[in-house]
């Protein structure tokens, strides 16, 4: 049999461990920092299958490395396991019902990224133990990309450097390989210190923390008009000071996160976010300090490993639906509201065609693949902490379609799907695709030669942790 058949063979034949691994981590939906059950689902399955596993890697116990075989080439596959809060929903379910009410749920699809990641790195052993050829699988287990990140802490680390390449998927809409770019992300706190004092007797004692953060507000939105397009600016109170309006606050804690297409970029925009909170605590008579939480670099699709990854997902080719997986896709898409709908319809426009949009609508599952877009400059505004592996290592990011066209993502529509048949369709078509693409990797020295170079005019030469260096995971405190 041909490469293709005896991925599908094996895939097949581990089809239900796959599904019941995702099911478990669906069901388990453990918050960032916090997946011990989760992980432990994927470690013992690939002890089980005979690779070697180091547990609690950069400092955080969630996270791991799996490796099997020996020599080069090295091919890495990324798993992802972490839910998100308040998203609990009931499985296949194309109504609200939490299965907990506010507590957890993969609105991500995670379960399946981490499971998809396995199926691959398992095929890939297989393949390698079959044929003996010479090379080494390693699964990487990286927590908390909905929180402050791993992948990062890891990089930093040296975690990567001995991998060739890196393939990992994302639950998506449609099937293809990213060709938008991700921004570059940096996230603080910054605490603001003034004096309390009664608010009606002596206000002229106080120096109001909450007047600084306020002020640090105005002065950040009028910085968004001088900053680029793509750039992004969001924030959250996290303490206003108290309760008590006729006490002037001494405290206030407020959290930024900062957006732009490059890390150059994003530090820079940063830095013009922190002299906004040093005027605010000049105005107000507070001081203010900040701690940087978190920070990813920028993804850019590794353009030689795309040309491979393309070819092998036109080869596997999309999931294959039917008619039961098209009516409750239908269903999912009909619980958007109708400003939501149109926007969606809109976006389907751009992607299929005007012409197309009612006949994807009678049928809301992607059933094509995507061409890969060697000239696309797009960013998306979205960020992810596989940015600063592909900083150190080529790295590739599919997409495939897991729930209905259109489809919100960190909602519970999105919960629903992950844990229904029409998101583990999805993710046994990743594992096979990454696989593949992994196997046409390793025999093309020349092409890991090239994918490297591109990574070294992507990071001049070296990878630069966006994190402080003294900067540890916020385990248990994020």
């Not at 080069?72 to 990324?78: C, D, I, N, S, T």
């Not at 906004?276 to 670099?297: N, P, Q, R, Y």
């Amino acid at each position: 049999m041909d490469k293709l058949e005896f991925i599908e063979k094996v895939i097949g034949e581990k089809e239900e461990l796959l599904k019941e691994a995702s099911r478990k981590i669906w069901e388990a939906a453990e918050l960032p920092y916090m997946e011990k059950e989760s992980a432990e689902i994927l470690m013992d399955i690939l002890k089980n299958e005979g690779f070697v596993v180091e547990e609690g890697v950069a400092d955080m116990p969630t996270a791991f490395i799996a490796r099997y075989g020996q020599g080069k080439p090295v091919a890495g596959f990324l798993g992802e396991y972490d839910a998100l809060d308040a998203l609990s929903q009931k499985p296949g379910i194309p109504r609200k019902d939490p299965l907990v009410k506010d507590g957890p749920g993969h609105g991500c699809g995670h379960n399946l990224l981490g499971t998809g990641s396995l199926g691959a790195a398992i095929a890939l052993k297989e393949y390698l133990t079959s044929t003996g050829e010479e090379g080494t699988v390693i699964y990487y287990g990286t927590p908390a990309e909905e929180g402050a990140g791993s992948k990062q802490f890891m990089a930093r680390e040296g975690i990567f450097d001995e991998a060739d390449f890196v393939y990992t998927w994302h639950p998506a809409t449609k099937n293809g390989v990213q060709s938008d770019r991700t921004v570059a992300i940096m996230g603080a706190n910054f605490r603001f210190k003034g004096l309390t004092s009664h608010a009606g007797g002596s206000p002229h004692l106080g120096r109001s923390a909450l007047d600084a953060a306020e002020l640090m507000s105005v002065g950040v939105n009028y910085l968004r008009e001088h900053m680029i397009d793509q750039a992004r600016i969001h924030y959250a109170y996290m303490d206003a000071g108290g309760v008590s309006p006729n006490v002037v606050q001494d405290r206030s804690l407020v959290k930024y996160e900062v957006r732009a297409p490059k890390v150059s970029q994003m530090r820079d925009l940063f830095d013009r976010v922190v002299d906004v909170a040093k005027g605010a605590s000049l105005m107000t008579g507070t001081t203010v300090e900040h701690d940087i939480t978190m920070a990813f670099s920028d993804y850019i699709s590794n353009g030689v490993l795309a040309e491979i990854g393309n070819k092998c997902l036109m080869e596997v080719g999309p999931p294959k639906w039917n008619d039961e997986d098209y009516k409750l896709a239908a269903e999912f898409l009909g619980t958007y509201d109708k400003s939501t709908q149109k926007a969606i319809r809109e976006d389907l426009e751009e992607i299929y065609g005007f012409d197309k949009v009612d006949e994807i609508l009678k049928k809301p599952l992607d059933s094509m693949v995507h061409p890969w877009k060697k000239d696309n400059r797009k960013y998306s505004s979205g960020s992810t902490d596989v940015g600063d592996v592909s900083y150190v290592v080529p790295t590739l990011n599919f997409q495939i379609a897991t729930a209905c066209v259109g489809n919100v993502g960190h909602t519970w529509q999105m919960t629903a799907q992950s844990g229904s048949r029409i998101g583990e369709k999805g993710m046994l078509t990743a594992a096979k695709v990454m696989a593949l693409s992994a196997i046409r990797t390793m025999e093309d020295r020349d092409a890991i030669k090239r994918a490297k170079d591109f990574v070294k005019i992507q990071n001049g030469g070296k990878y630069i942790c966006p994190l402080p260096e003294k900067l540890k995971p916020p385990v248990g405190t994020y």
